[in-house]
């Protein structure tokens, strides 16, 4: 069975970089066709997939979030973070990693869907 669980700082201040890490057991982040996910919620809306990184190590990033976001991978460790720099109050949200096949991309990205989840973890942007 396959789990996923982030980790990080609930509380990041203005201007700084948020790191999330998604820890992944019962299979692999390279196991072939897959991709990893990072997706987050503000409070009361809709969810906003923000990249995601293949099993082959290419990335995809939300246009809308490129320019603040990375996302990469350690195998040994079979987990994969995300940052995103200069934050401020609205990015609190509740971000999380997902696991799932088929990325479907040209200007922006879609999904086919997510079989796995973590929990999802609240961050805080303190102005």
């Known amino acids: 069975q396959v789990q996923l669980q982030e980790s990080g700082p609930g509380l990041v201040k203005s201007s700084q970089t948020l790191s999330l890490t998604c820890t992944v057991s019962?299979?692999?982040?390279?196991?072939?066709?897959?991709?990893w996910n990072w997706i987050r919620q503000p409070p009361g809306k809709g969810l906003e997939w923000m990249g995601a990184i293949a099993s082959t190590g290419s990335t995809y990033y939300n246009p809308s979030l490129k320019s603040r976001t990375s996302i990469f991978r350690d195998t040994s460790r079979n987990h994969f973070t995300l940052q995103l720099s200069s934050v401020t109050p609205e990015d609190t949200d509740v971000y999380y990693c997902?696991?799932?096949?088929?990325?479907?991309?040209?200007?922006?990205?879609?999904?086919?869907?997510?079989?796995?989840w973590g929990q999802g973890t609240q961050v805080t942007g303190s102005s």
């Open positions: 019962g299979g692999s982040i390279t196991t072939p066709d897959y991709y």
């Open positions: 997902a696991g799932g096949m088929g990325l479907h991309c040209g200007s922006e990205c879609r999904s086919d869907g997510y079989g796995y």
